[in-house]
């Protein structure tokens, strides 16, 4: 009798041990609870928009053709060791950012990073060696600095025990638990010259990651412009799939802020937001405290629009004038000559290509430009009323003037160099025109040397000869060999690097996938309608 009760019991007690561990089970919510506490500790109350990605590759993408669009090039850059604080996550944060910043870059070839070590001195001393190397040598401009500063790990932690026993002949118990952690990437550009932080280019991030159950990491979120950026993570992803996203994300922030381009657009973040609306303004205000830098960035963007066509040396102009009012016609702003936060923030959210299709630019060429009240010549009159384009026009303009002439020689006119020896060239143009200048070295590699990342303003006065290099940070050295070679210099009627083939383009100082310096010369000829200045210069040896 009492063996018999034994088994009845035993048969009773498993499956309602079952039900009420399933029943634990279903109580312990872990999760949702951690969440909710961890949401509220980061940011509050307020409910922001949820967007559901993998990682940042399309804004990338963006990007890439984001600084096609607004004519960004030729800027070079140190990486530092990015460092982990924490000394918490095992990651390859700075091969992150490389391979961020590769893919941000494919179409545009717009930027060149140079890997470096964590050795401050040995960093100057590079730099130092950089300027006194030859044409061809990479000197950057700029530094990105910055570490894994922040993992607050059990941020908020939840763990809920259920267990049901009949001893000596069952035992069964679960425990669930779920926790949070942040992690942070705070990264800044210097400015080689002196070391020195550049004023709003920085990319502060963190993301939270949610963990449930042992060892697995559940997801993860990033928050920016009031949005958050929800992913899922693998068993095998964890921490670091999350500081990849969270790297991807500082490339983007940090180049959109470098080179002023709406990388908020990438991140499909709405124009009217308000944290938009105070970059924006932050960006103003800070070239409006030195009035010559606002004037900068609207001579090379209206130059990049064809709507302008003289220098880019920060002062107002009748051309720049004209064309400012223009383009604000075009974005449906009064036409005045007014470079204000209301042009400034049209621009940067402005569909240009839209905009370039329904009002065609009247491009002057230079000299023209210049002499030209208010950029209103005969000559532009009728290309507006035509719908001639900036390249008919300057056609048109080039059949009824005289050639345009070129002339590259020396400083001290020498003709033979010793091997070594520092030159110091000297560019003529018979009238005021944009100058490109290429050197193909003693191995025959060809090199874009000006415009370049010290200079980037191809436009050249007549009244004022380009010395190169002057005072950009690099010099041409007579190569040690003793072997020819050959500096040569096109002049054109209007800008037209935005426009040349890449293989012509390239970056400034790299060799360029081209056979023949003929080769550049056709390119440039068939932009600019079969007329174009050039002058060569050939390093002889004594």
């Known amino acids: 009798m009492e063996r018999s009760k034994l088994k009845f019991l035993t048969r009773l007690a498993l499956p309602l041990a079952i039900c009420g561990v399933l029943a634990g089970c279903g109580a312990m919510d872990v999760k949702q609870e951690t969440v909710q506490k961890t949401e509220i500790a980061r940011k509050g109350p ?9 990682n940042f590759s399309a804004s990338l993408r963006c990007m890439d053709g984001m600084m096609i669009d607004h004519g960004v090039r030729d800027v070079t850059i140190l990486v530092e060791d990015i460092v982990d604080q924490t000394k918490k996550v095992n990651a390859g944060t700075k091969d992150m950012l490389i391979s961020a910043v590769s893919d941000m870059t494919k179409r545009s070839r717009a930027v060149r990073l140079v890997a470096f070590g964590p050795d401050a001195n040995n960093l100057v001393a590079f730099l130092q060696q950089a300027e006194r190397k030859n044409a061809y040598a990479v000197v950057p401009q700029y530094d990105i600095k910055g570490s894994i500063t922040q993992l607050d790990e059990n941020l908020i932690h939840k763990q809920n025990d259920f267990g049901v026993g009949f001893n000596p002949f069952i035992n069964i118990g679960v425990a669930k638990d779920a926790a949070s952690a942040i992690l942070g990437l705070d990264l800044t550009i210097l400015k080689t010259d002196d070391m020195s932080v ?4 920085t990319s502060r991030n963190s993301v939270v990651i949610f963990k449930e159950g042992k060892g697995f990491d559940a997801d993860a979120s990033i928050k920016k412009f009031g949005i958050n950026f929800n992913m899922s993570l693998s068993k095998t992803e964890g921490q670091s799939q999350a500081l990849r996203t969270l790297v991807e994300l500082a490339a983007i922030e940090l180049f959109g802020k470098l080179t002023k381009t709406p990388y908020w ?7 009217s937001d308000e944290t938009v609306r105070n970059e924006i303004g932050d960006w103003f205000y800070a070239m409006s405290a030195n009035p010559s830098e606002l004037v900068v960035y609207f001579q090379r963007q ?11 040396d920060g002062k107002m102009n009748p051309q720049l004038q004209a064309a400012v009012a223009k383009y604000r016609t ?7 000559p007014k470079m204000d936060l209301a042009f400034f923030s049209a621009y940067l959210n402005a569909d240009h290509a839209a905009i370039l299709a329904n009002f065609p630019p ?3 060429p230079p000299a023209v430009a210049a002499a030209a009240p208010a950029g209103t010549s005969r000559i532009a009159a009728s290309a507006s009323a035509t719908g001639t384009t900036g390249t008919q026009a300057s056609i048109a303009t080039s059949s009824v003037r005289e050639p345009l002439k070129l002339e590259v020689s020396t400083a001290n006119n020498a003709k033979t160099f010793k091997r070594g020896e520092v030159i110091q060239l000297i560019v003529k ?3 005021d025109a944009h100058v490109y200048c290429y050197l193909r070295d003693e191995t025959q590699k060809i090199q874009r040397f000006y415009p370049n990342r010290f200079n980037r303003d191809s436009f050249v006065a007549a009244a004022s000869p380009l010395q190169i290099p002057g005072s950009m940070r690099f010099q041409l050295v007579a190569n040690d060999k003793g072997v020819k070679e050959t500096v040569a210099c096109f002049a054109t009627e209007r800008d037209v690097i935005g426009e040349l083939p890449a293989t012509v383009a390239g ?5 360029l996938p081209v056979a023949s310096l003929d080769q550049v010369r056709d390119a440039f000829t068939l932009l600019a309608g079969g007329t174009i200045g050039q002058g060569v210069f050939n390093v002889e040896f004594k």
């Open 46 to 54: 307020e409910a922001a928009p949820q967007r559901t990605i993998t």
């Open 198 to 201: 550049l004023a709003g280019a």
């Open 265 to 271: 657009t990438c991140l499909g973040v709405d124009p």
């Open 302 to 312: 209206l130059r990049q629009r064809q709507y302008y066509n003289g220098p880019v």
């Open 330 to 336: 075009a974005l449906k702003l009064s036409e005045e």
């Open 362 to 364: 009247p491009v002057l």
């Open 429 to 431: 143009t018979s009238r």
């Open 507 to 511: 970056m400034d100082f790299e060799s």
